[in-house]
């Protein structure tokens, strides 16, 4: 079964820093593109950032350029986001999910972790 | 980097059929070559519905549909059922390599 199992939210103050994880299952993690999506509570999806299958190409989104890096070992068939800096505004589920290969767009997704930035 | 905007709600009684639009510059959405549909039910992740303007995944039902129109795309409903009741964005791909979504629609089957 092709899955993919987030981990590392939680609660953390402003300023503060997290790591987010997510292991992919049922594929060839190592074929696929990657992202990072999230959504803020009752609020829309935002994509965050993507990799390209051999880390060479990164992209995000503006609003946290400077302070999130996107990274991944496919030895271990796992994706990483080192989230600094953290601001109330990323308070969000943080989905992981697959680049669907051959196509632009996002197939597989994960459960989602919480990541909540409070003091 | 602006969402693509999208009706904030849209219903519709079951078995008739709905459209929800998904508009944005042609900077925002990469020329739409590469636009996407997601249904989300509550406390759920995304599930692809639609990609690259109209293809269905397998095992989605046929009666979802979608189609573009200049700086448009459009996500089609048929014979609206119960379980289509949740929320729907359109994503896109741009041509600085990265992805947009649309505002969300909510999707109410009266």
């Known amino acids: 079964e092709v899955q993919l199992v987030e981990s590392g939210g939680g609660l953390v103050q402003p300023g503060g820093s997290l790591r987010l994880s997510c292991v992919a299952s049922g594929f060839t993690f190592s074929n696929n593109w990657m992202n990072w999506v999230r959504q803020a509570p009752g609020k829309g999806l935002e994509w965050v950032a993507n990799?390209?299958?051999?880390?060479?190409?990164?992209y995000y989104v503006d609003s946290v350029k400077g302070r999130f890096t996107i990274s991944r070992d496919n030895a271990k068939n796992s994706l990483f986001l080192q989230m600094n800096s953290l601001r109330a505004e990323d308070t969000a589920v943080y989905y992981c999910a697959r680049g669907k290969y051959g196509a632009k767009t996002c197939d597989i997704w994960g459960q989602g972790t919480m990541v909540t930035v409070s003091s | 980097q602006s969402a693509l905007t999208q009706p904030a709600s849209v219903s519709g009684s079951p078995g008739q059929s709905i459209t929800i639009s998904c508009t944005g510059t042609s900077g925002d959405g990469g020329g739409y070559k590469y636009v996407s549909w997601y249904q989300q039910h509550p406390g759920k992740a995304p599930k692809l519905m639609i990609y690259d303007v109209s293809k269905r995944p397998s095992g989605v039902s046929n009666r979802f549909s979608a189609s573009k129109s200049g700086n448009t795309a459009s996500l089609t409903i048929s014979g609206l059922q119960a379980e289509d009741e949740a929320d729907y964005y359109c994503?896109?791909?741009?041509?600085?390599?990265?992805?947009?979504f649309g505002t969300g629609t909510k999707v109410t089957v009266l």
């Open positions: 994503l896109s791909y741009t041509s600085s390599s990265t992805y947009v």
């Open positions: 990799i390209k299958q051999d880390g060479s190409e990164k």
